[in-house]
């Protein structure tokens, strides 16, 4: 069987592939990796909790806790809650800490394919 599939240069922009490989790309892709993974665990990690207490702790689940608003009610509108919390700290991350050195990749780049 024969590899019918262009080669990367022909793939890719070579000026991409040149700043791929850039001290700036790399660390760019570490800052957002450094965020992401850990908020995503740990939103999977609290939300995992919540299936697994509904599931084997009913009991703690039905606890009331003002009225008719059980521990199950608070826990999953607390998972919303986590939800927006999340959106507005990348936001505030990316703007903070990835949007400067993505316009500057993004600087070097326009200025490097315009030749």
Known sequence: ???TSPDRTE???PVY???AESADFIELRRRYRGFVLPATVAFLVWYLLYVVLSNWAPGFMSTQ???NVNIALVIGLLQFVTTFLL???YSRFSSARLDPLAER???EYTAEKGR
């Open 65 to 67: 806790v003002v009225g």
């Open 105 to 107: 990749l993004e600087a």
């Open 1 to 3: 069987m024969t590899d």
């Open 87 to 89: 959106a507005y700290l």
């Open 11 to 13: 793939r890719h922009d």
């Open 17 to 19: 592939d040149r700043m």
